[in-house]
């Protein structure tokens, strides 16, 4: 079992920046790969960012140049964290986002964080 918890979320203004993280926990061994999903108020949740273990990275384009998804993998560690730099926010990034593990094909969700920017 995997298990992930989110943090970071806020309300900020419009243009302003958040981190957010997602410590993975439990059987992170062979983790590969994480991400962060969204999901806004009355919508279908999507694919914000994604990041494989060799550090391989795709974006949704609505937010291509201004949110950067990283890892630490770190060995002998008992964490495997993934973060999400967001900058230059707009009221459309208003959603609870997820932190997303694949592990030998196993989906494992986090619960959320939401993150409310307000015009």
């Known amino acids: 079992q995997v298990q992930l918890v989110e943090s970071g979320g806020g309300v900020v203004q419009a243009g302003g920046s958040l981190s957010l993280s997602c410590a993975a926990s439990g059987s992170i061994d062979s983790i590969n790969t994480m991400a962060w999903y969204r999901q806004a108020p009355g919508k279908q949740r999507e694919l914000v960012a994604i990041?494989?273990?060799?550090?391989?990275?795709?974006?949704?384009?609505s937010v291509k140049g201004r949110f950067t998804i990283s890892r630490d993998n770190a060995k002998n560690t008992a964490k495997n964290t993934v973060y999400l730099q967001v900058n230059s926010l707009k009221p459309e990034d208003t959603a609870v986002y997820y932190c997303?593990?694949?592990?030998?094909?196993?989906?494992?969700w986090g619960k959320g964080t939401l993150v409310t920017v307000s015009s």
């Open positions: 997303y593990a694949n592990r030998f094909g196993y989906i494992y």
């Open positions: 990041i494989t273990s060799g550090g391989s990275t795709n974006y949704a384009d």
